[in-house]
């Protein structure tokens, strides 16, 4: 029974733990540099918007046009705000770095699949390291819907 049980832990550790982990990890990762990236590009066009205001007050070239840079430059930063605050990228980062943290947690120590421990046999030690990691999952499975129970949908059909 115990070589079925180690093969039991290799099989799960490398293609449900360790998967599971790259794939948080991954997106955490792409969220963080989408979130990174949509501020860094607000920075700019703010930046941009500030100098094209300066050049409005000056008498150098293109005054009208300078005025109307400034004028838009802001309010397309606000558009990219405004999109990174609905896609909720900060958010899903958090979560995926949160569900990669306690994957880590629950899934060590390892079980012994060749010995009884505390009065527990291998398998159940098995089982209840499987249940421990489950767990995992299922409480990610909730942050999800939390997540999704903070964006208000409007009823524009409504008068």
Known sequence: MSQRNSELLRFYTANRIDDQMRFYTGRRTAFERATGQGLAV????????TAAGALAGTTVGWAEGWSAIATVLPALSTALAAYLAMYAFEQQSKIYGDAARALLAASWPRPDPEASHGGRT??????????????????????????????????RGRG
């Open 122 to 155: 291998a398998e159940q030690s098995m089982a209840e390291f499987v249940l421990r990691v489950e767990g995992v999952f299922r409480q990610e499975q909730g942050q999800w819907g939390q997540l999704t129970s903070r964006i208000q949908v409007t009823d």
């Open 42 to 49: 607000s920075a700019v066009l703010l930046g941009f918007a």
